[in-house]
């Protein structure tokens, strides 16, 4: 990727950011979804896990002015409700799974309800109340054309740019998580039962570990090219091992324009990659900040440069097992690839900075990604010292004040 191209940094950006809705004491919302007809503020796996869905933006700038308008639009009608959000990717206490109603879907979205009905029955309510954030990007129409050589047809070589960060950013998917990671703190009723209280058990993203949203095995899939990755998702899905490559529960997703399918992936091709590592920060407002979507941007530029590999089963499964290992909270005991993560993630960090080094805002925005490793200051870190004495109490207060820092 040569730095000097006009179109390097442009691009295309969308969130799906997901929170629960809350009563006044704290627990679940037993309201039905109050935003039906509104595409932008959707819901996800239940009635109370309430979608903020942006529109595709072209700058991370405006993306983050439209989730806030989002935000504030359904801020004002859930205070009316007497109802809030719960700011973070652990959910509130959970007195029974009759807390918990799957989302109610008719007519011709009826299967959205079947679906969700037969991910109960596989994973169980509690773990599919995680919340999380989304990110989708996608390069500019004018960067991909301006790089086409004219050897393959477009089409082709599009999805071979898609296909080929695809493998990167889930090669080396522990290092935003590492990042960003900020739910280290839940409450006991998470794992059943009639637990209670504040609990802490070695994760710094509870939901990134191998405790959280995860499928029951590890899918290995052929990325020898686009189309030998689509059957592989396909073979799964005919065994019955998936129900739909939405059920695909790794931390990169390379998607077509419209809904996400393997019909639809084959039929129109790879519009744009999904990270789905980010943990809702209590530390944000709109819980994410600004710098990291940004880095984020930076990093998927940087891996596109990195040379092309074969992504070999193994190293599938060392990426899982990397990305679960990034999502622990003592940094000085995670081993990325056997190698301190401390060690691995500055080396990154370092070579990005070389890259970028004609771009002094770059460079400082790595800089401030470098702090939370040498300095320990991961929003993991913070929260925990936040949250830990009083987990529903505290994230409460927070959800009262509307979205203000803690």
């Given at each position: 990727m040569n730095?000097?191209?006009?179109?390097?940094?442009?691009?295309?950006?969308?969130l799906?950011?997901?929170?629960?809705?809350?009563?006044?004491d704290?627990?679940?919302a037993k309201t039905p979804?109050?935003f039906?007809?509104?595409?932008y503020l959707d819901?996800?796996?239940?009635?109370?896990?309430l979608?903020?869905?942006?529109p595709?933006?072209g700058?991370?700038?405006?993306l983050m002015?439209?989730l806030?308008h989002?935000d504030?639009?359904?801020r004002?009608?859930?205070?009316?409700?007497?109802?809030?959000?719960?700011?973070?990717?652990?959910?509130p206490?959970?007195?029974?799974?009759?807390d918990?109603p799957?989302a109610?879907?008719?007519?011709?979205k009826a299967?959205?309800h079947?679906?969700?009905?037969?991910?109960?029955?596989?994973y169980?309510k509690?773990?599919m109340?995680y919340?999380?954030?989304h990110?989708n990007?996608?390069f500019?129409?004018?960067?991909?054309?301006s790089?086409?050589?004219g050897n393959?047809?477009?089409?082709?070589?599009?999805?071979?740019?898609y296909?080929?960060?695809?493998?990167q950013a889930?090669?080396?998917?522990?290092?935003?998580?590492?990042?960003?990671?900020?739910?280290?703190?839940?409450?006991l009723s998470?794992?059943?039962?009639?637990?209670?209280?504040?609990?802490f058990?070695?994760?710094?993203?509870?939901?990134?570990?191998?405790?959280?949203?995860?499928?029951?095995f590890?899918?290995?899939?052929?990325?020898?090219?686009?189309y030998?990755?689509i059957?592989?998702?396909?073979n799964?899905?005919?065994?019955?091992?998936?129900?739909?490559?939405?059920?695909?529960y790794?931390?990169?997703?390379?998607?077509?324009?419209?809904?996400?399918s393997?019909?639809?992936?084959?039929?129109?091709?790879?519009d744009?990659i999904?990270?789905?590592?980010?943990d809702?920060?209590?530390?944000?407002?709109?819980?994410?900040f600004?710098?990291?979507?940004?880095?984020?941007?930076?990093?998927?530029?940087?891996?596109?440069?990195?040379?092309?590999?074969?992504?070999?089963p193994e190293?599938?499964?060392?990426?899982?097992?990397?990305?679960?290992?990034?999502?622990?909270y003592?940094?000085?005991?995670?081993?990325?690839?056997?190698?301190?993560a401390?060690?691995?993630?500055?080396?990154?960090?370092?070579?990005?900075s070389?890259?970028f080094?004609?771009?002094?805002?770059?460079?400082?925005n790595?800089?401030?990604?470098?702090?939370k490793?040498?300095?320990?200051?991961?929003?993991?870190?913070t929260?925990?010292?936040?949250?830990?004495g009083?987990?529903?109490?505290?994230?409460?207060?927070?959800?009262?004040?509307?979205?203000?820092?803690?």
């Amino acid at each position: 990727m040569n730095l000097t191209n006009e179109y390097i940094f442009d691009g295309r950006f969308g969130l799906e950011r997901e929170t629960l809705r809350i009563a006044n004491d704290g627990r679940l919302a037993k309201t039905p979804h109050p935003f039906e007809d509104n595409k932008y503020l959707d819901r996800d796996f239940c009635e109370n896990q309430l979608e903020l869905i942006t529109p595709v933006c072209g700058s991370i700038d405006r993306l983050m002015q439209v989730l806030e308008h989002l935000d504030n639009q359904a801020r004002t009608v859930l205070s009316e409700m007497g109802e809030y959000m719960w700011m973070n990717s652990n959910p509130p206490h959970i007195d029974s799974e009759r807390d918990i109603p799957i989302a109610k879907y008719h007519g011709e979205k009826a299967f959205k309800h079947d679906y969700r009905l037969a991910l109960e029955r596989r994973y169980g309510k509690r773990l599919m109340l995680y919340s999380g954030i989304h990110f989708n990007f996608s390069f500019s129409e004018e960067l991909i054309k301006s790089l086409y050589n004219g050897n393959e047809s477009y089409t082709d070589f599009k999805n071979a740019l898609y296909f080929r960060l695809l493998k990167q950013a889930f090669r080396y998917s522990w290092l935003p998580l590492l990042l960003t990671a900020a739910s280290p703190v839940y409450d006991l009723s998470l794992d059943g039962g009639k637990l209670a209280g504040s609990g802490f058990d070695g994760y710094s993203s509870r939901r990134s570990g191998d405790k959280g949203y995860w499928n029951q095995f590890v899918p290995v899939l052929d990325y020898t090219d686009l189309y030998t990755y689509i059957e592989s998702v396909d073979n799964y899905i005919t065994k019955g091992a998936l129900f739909s490559a939405g059920e695909l529960y790794l931390p990169v997703r390379l998607k077509p324009k419209g809904r996400y399918s393997v019909e639809g992936l084959m039929e129109s091709g790879a519009d744009h990659i999904e990270l789905r590592m980010f943990d809702l920060n209590p530390l944000s407002r709109l819980g994410i900040f600004r710098e990291d979507l940004e880095f984020t941007h930076y990093y998927l530029i940087y891996l596109l440069r990195l040379p092309d590999f074969v992504f070999t089963p193994e190293l599938q499964r060392a990426a899982v097992m990397n990305h679960q290992a990034a999502a622990r909270y003592n940094l000085s005991e995670i081993t990325i690839d056997n190698y301190p993560a401390k060690d691995a993630a500055l080396s990154i960090l370092s070579d990005m900075s070389a890259y970028f080094k004609d771009f002094p805002k770059i460079v400082e925005n790595i800089d401030l990604q470098k702090k939370k490793i040498t300095q320990n200051t991961r929003y993991c870190v913070t929260v925990y010292d936040k949250l830990i004495g009083n987990f529903n109490d505290s994230m409460l207060e927070l959800a009262k004040r509307h979205g203000g820092d803690i």
